[in-house]
């Protein structure tokens, strides 16, 4: 039963989407706008996927780049961005990036060359983006961005860079890299200069900054700390940094050293943070660490993401089924939904036409 | 970190048949070989598949599985790191038993296939079902026995096989046997090298980063000092290098060398109606791990095992016999990823047997002592009983379990120190009718898994070893062989085996992932005067990958063929065809194993 549904929704997708193409011009595409969710898959096995769905999580597309292109993605597929036609999923075991279209998920082509575990992407200009690489991760001076021509979808370039760098965060002039260290640990943002194209400061931070975001010329880096495994055991801390007076350390926020918060997130005034399974919000105004959580999720986040006045949260569950995505209204604190998607849900990007 | 993990610890996760068994006389326990817990009369309730090369063409002990039986094995890529699963338990439940020696890895639990070489054992089989009584820590899906035997019969043999394959591999194996009535001595090697650089089927990716190297021998030796007593040693040293394979998607340049050396010497003494062996043995195991095979930087484990042991036998009035065993070891495990522990183990075992025309009764029991964590009291209870000379029933039930591993217990990150001894209790049932040219074995079983360990999330990356799971796996064995003459001069031989299991987790109801339900095999072979023609099925059933039952690779049958001719008493060479039909398949998602490929051995016998 449950193949023939499968069956019956796979031909209705593909019918559907057939249909769309043969009748509209200038086709938009059947994923102009939602949210993406890219499923990690499992270690080795070559099962990562890419989900899509909607703000309200009524209805969720699995494996939609196998579906549209008829190809397996690769293996342990990281994070995908956008320009403003394509999507570029990076697929960190497979070392390559997946250039599709943004609109269908058809591929265009596979940067395939130049990119050792790569993890994030992020545009620095309308022809150049940068690529997190953690190079070999048993070498810790390897690390790189590799420098994206976005004309001929082909790595042009590698920039040196500290130990593990990962997510990255921009404003107008400056994009933000943390260096949370792949393998190992660091505790470094490196500051790129889009306009002089250069890398032109190393901040410190706590150890292992996990997450970013950016308001009103503040940056904001939530750092996990140290686990407990490492026998090392350091605090998380959140730091407050004034992009506009030379990156000074305008406040640093501490947790307590068996404490370490991740996924700090951004909607509207207020930072979201996730802590042992509790969600935490947080005035960009105030001066202390919230006292009692805003929500509490049943279950072990593997991402969070705030979005237009909701909370995405992300479970892998056991690593070996389909994780989940649990949606919340931030006004209610409720939740709006829960769904199933693919192997090890991790990057949730929204790509929501206004 | 994970990937690391991934290859030390070559997870498994989680499951044969020929009938050469023989069936001789149930109830004599005569030999002098009788205080080895592997000898055949003291596993009577069991269906033993006795594994025998009859063509000396396989050099693996993968080969050998794939050929002669329906027992499925995980493999990481041809030649690469490799588990057994019996009866749908996980990899580290089926124990090696070396010269009765439990031979498996103090650190992961496990044995790989790959780095095992079956070449020069007299006696090889297979016994499914809870063994920890005689075995030990990990017999819960059964054994692998492997036995060198020592005979005073004054012969020399000498025999050699060369062999050629696709992929550029080479394999030489060596064996050469002398004895007088005193002494006896033997040698065997294998050495193996491949490029092992096979296409994966239906992709434009090759096994790049698949070539391995491994050398393995080992020297025994017997000297019988009067009629009464016998001073033997053995050994078994081996070193690989291999390169790891890639998947699919993920490309590799990581290398993994290993070195294992098992030695053992002992004494033994029969008199009468009394017979007791003293055994000392060491065993030592390493890993070195290179991420990156073109930079030194690599991590390392080794263990080391000190083993002694005795085991008595009485023979009583009235066909009973009691045999009595102690066995004691120290087991000391390092590593960068493991600090030095040290555990000791004593054990005390009893058997009680007992026997008249018809029945045979064995009640086995054991207590291990452990200084980490005390082995649980195991049992077994076993009986045949002989319907009439071609027809016999035989059930036995179980208790056993398998003590965490070092790497379960120590490793940093995750291992975790209070982990308990996984418990499992199992049951079969089996029906045998054996006339001279026609054999059917069948046997239902049941075994019930509860405590076991398995690495989980706890939070975030960080994963831990929890008493996790409880596992019931039931089902059905059957093997059918068949000889006949045909015509004059012309001969046909078939080995038929089917397996059936179901092995749910009792808390969700699903499958167990990488465990097929379905297991078969065929070995058909036709004989005419020096020429054997030999054709070889192997199916496999689907095997689910995710723990929902979401997603599972899909079933598989291959076909080989061989072609063998005898030139004269010294010679023979054989041909073989494999994968005929250049089938994808896999045992672990993303690692396809290879399509058609050739061999050619050649055989010399003095």
Known sequence: MKKINLFLLLSLLIGLSACEKDTIEDDPGDFVSGIFVVNEGQFMHGNASLSFTDEQLAVVQNDIYKTVNNADLGDQAQSIGFTDENAYIVVTGSNKIEVTDAGTMEKIVTIASGLTNPRYFETISTSTALVTCWGDPSVSTDDYLAIVNLNTNEVSGQIPVELGPEKMVKNDDYLFIAHQGAWGTNNKVSVYDMILNKIINVLNVGDRPNSMVIKDNYLWVLCGGEPSWTGNETAGQLYKIDINNNFNIDAIFNFETTEHPAFLSLDRDNLYYYLDSKVYQMPVTVTDLPATEFLSYNGAAYNMEAYNGKLYITDALDYQQEGTITGFDLASGQQIGTKTLGLIPGDIAFHIEE | ??????????????????????????????????????????????????????????????????????????????????????????????????????????????????????????????????????????????????????????????????????????????????????????????????????????????????????????????????????????????????????????????????????????????????????????????????????????????????????????????????????????????????????????????????????????????????????????????????????????????????????????????????????????????????????????????????????????????????????????????????????????????????????????????????????????????????????????????????????????????HDLSLAFRLNTHWQSTLSLKNIFNTYYETIPSRPLPGRSYEITLNFKL
């Open chain 2, 1 to 558: 970190m994970y990937k690391v993990v991934i290859f030390i610890f070559f997870i498994g996760i989680f499951s044969s048949i020929t009938a050469q068994t023989k069936i001789k006389s149930l109830y004599v326990l005569d030999s002098i070989h009788i205080t080895a817990l592997t000898s055949k009369k003291w596993h009577k309730a069991y269906h033993l598949i006795t594994l025998k090369d009859t063509l000396l063409t396989t050099s693996t002990l993968t080969d050998l599985l794939f050929n002669k039986t329906a027992v499925f094995y995980k493999e990481y890529g041809r030649g690469m790191i490799a588990g057994i699963s019996l009866r749908g338990t996980g990899t580290s439940h089926t124990q090696i038993v070396w010269n009765g020696i439990s031979g498996n890895s103090v650190l992961n639990g496990q044995t790989d296939l790959n780095t095992f070489s079956p070449a020069g054992f007299e006696t090889i089989y297979i016994k499914k079902g809870g063994s920890s009584v005689s075995f030990g820590s990990g017999a819960i899906g059964g054994v692998l026995v492997f036995e060198d035997r020592i005979k005073f019969d004054q012969k020399f043999n000498l025999q050699n096989q060369s062999k050629l394959g696709s992929f550029e591999t080479l394999v030489n194996t060596l064996r050469v046997e002398n004895s007088t009535q005193q002494l006896y001595f033997k040698f065997k090697g294998q050495f193996q090298k491949s490029k092992n650089d096979y296409p994966y089927p239906g992709y434009n990716v090759k096994n790049e980063n698949g070539a391995y190297q491994g050398i393995d021998y080992g020297v025994i030796a017997g000297y019988k000092i009067n009629t009464y007593q016998q001073w033997y040693f053995k050994s078994k040293i081996s070193n690989w290098d291999r390169e790891t394979s890639r998947t699919l998607y993920m490309p590799e340049n990581a290398r993994l060398k290993t070195a294992n050396q098992y030695l053992l010497t002992g004494w033994k003494y029969k008199k009468d109606l009394f017979s007791t062996k003293f055994d000392v043995a060491w065993l030592y195991e390493s890993f070195s791990y290179y991420n990156n095979k073109y930079l030194e930087a690599h991590t390392d484990s080794n263990s080391k095992r000190l083993l002694l042991k005795n085991v008595t036998l009485w023979q009583l009035p009235h066909q009973n016999k009691i045999l009595l065993g102690n066995e004691w070891q120290a087991q000391i495990g390092e590593g960068d990823y493991i600090k030095r522990h040290t555990r000791h183990n004593y054990a005390v075992f009893f058997i009680w047997s007992k026997n008249n025309a018809r029945w045979l009764t064995q009640l086995k029991l054991r207590k291990d002592f452990n200084s980490v964590q005390t082995g649980p009291l195991t049992g077994a209870a076993e009986w045949v009983y002989k319907l009439s000379n071609t027809h016999k029933i035989r059930a036995n039930v179980s208790h056993n379990f398998r003590l965490p591993t070092f790497n379960d217990l120590y490793w940093q990150p995750g291992g975790n120190p209070d982990l308990n001894p996984e418990d499992s209790y199992a049951g079969e049932i089996g029906y045998d009718i054996f006339f001279p040219h026609f054999k059917i074995n069948t046997t239902l079983f049941y075994i019930h898994t509860s405590n076991l360990i398995k690495w989980v999330p706890v939070s975030g990356d960080f994963w831990q070893p929890q008493n996790f799971e409880t596992v019931t796996s039931q089902g059905v064995e059957t093997t059918i062989s068949v000889f006949t003459t045909l015509f004059k001069n012309w001969t046909l031989e078939d080995e038929l085996s089917l397996n059936y299991h179901k092995v749910l987790n009792n808390e969700t109801q699903k499958l167990l992932p990488f465990t097929p339900q379905l297991l078969g095999n065929n070995n058909l072979r036709f004989s005419y005067r020096k020429c054997q023609l030999a054709y070889h099925f192997h199916y496999q059933g689907k095997i689910y990958t995710t723990t929902t039952n979401t997603k599972y690779l899909p079933s598989y049958q291959l």
